[in-house]
């Protein structure tokens, strides 16, 4: 059980699982609210950006412009940051002196804090998840009273739903073949950071392009495609197993398909 703030050196120790209780409470009379948003590196995930522009009711190429900043990962493929304010503090955009003013859509990092995963692809794969609390001197949240099962105080923060959101978006950065082959080709990288991130120019190009005139997509996703981002997100999905990963999710026109041969 952890019942205070763990010293530096045991709190790296401390894996938590589901089942394990986790005191913590962040309040806006404790001295440190929202001295957790300043100077942090946010990598934001593609239904974290779903998520956060619709709540800003603004499209997916205003927010990248404004709020974000991208650069090429490890694997050759973008990764997209949380663009800090240009201050002393380098605060979040989005904090305010009441708190996060997108709290109910926040990013995923901000969701889980101050946990941090501790799995593995074995962990991961067998199902298993375990998380170890942060390291964060300044948190008063940690001597909160409250205490929950690790399982229910992820279920209280919304995270079930970003872990099934993220879950196509993961099979396809931890494939094998891209951890074996990076990625150099610019308009490779283009086309992985529009159907991920870009989502509204996404849906111009399936819906305003030959791209339907070329792939056999079912009538019903396209109405979905064209109403519910969500849907919108996983057909993007699809598109990238098949133009990254070669999978067949997609089947070419058969008219197509002759002209091709």
Known sequence: MVKKRLSKEKQGLTVLTPENDFRFKCRQDLDCFTRCC???????????????????????????AN???????DA????????????????CPFVTRQGCRIYPDRPWTCRIYPLQPESSKIT???????????????????????????????????VPVYQ?????????????????????NRNIQEMFYMACYDLDRFKRFVLESTFLERFEVEPEV????????????????????????GQHVLKVKPDVMGGKK
């Open 164 to 184: 099934k959101m993220e879950a196509p978006f993961k099979t396809i950065t931890g494939n094998e073949f891209l951890g074996r082959n990076k990625i150099t």
């Open 222 to 245: 396209v109405e979905k495609i064209k109403e519910d981002d969500v849907e919108l997100y996983y057909f993007a999905m699809r598109w990238l197993e098949y133009g990254l990963l």
């Open 124 to 158: 991961e794969k067998a199902g298993k998840q375990y998380y170890s609390v942060m390291d964060v001197p300044f948190c008063l949240g940690l001597d909160a009273d409250k205490s929950l099962t690790l399982a229910k105080w992820i279920e209280e923060q919304g």
């Open 76 to 91: 050759g493929l973008p990764v997209v940051l949380l663009k800090m304010n240009d201050n002393d503090e380098k605060n």
């Open 38 to 64: 300043r100077n942090i590196t946010i990598v934001l995930t593609p239904y974290d950006i779903l998520r956060m522009k619709n709540a800003l009711n603004i499209l997916s190429v205003e927010f990248l």
């Open 67 to 73: 709020y974000t900043v991208s650069m090429i990962g």
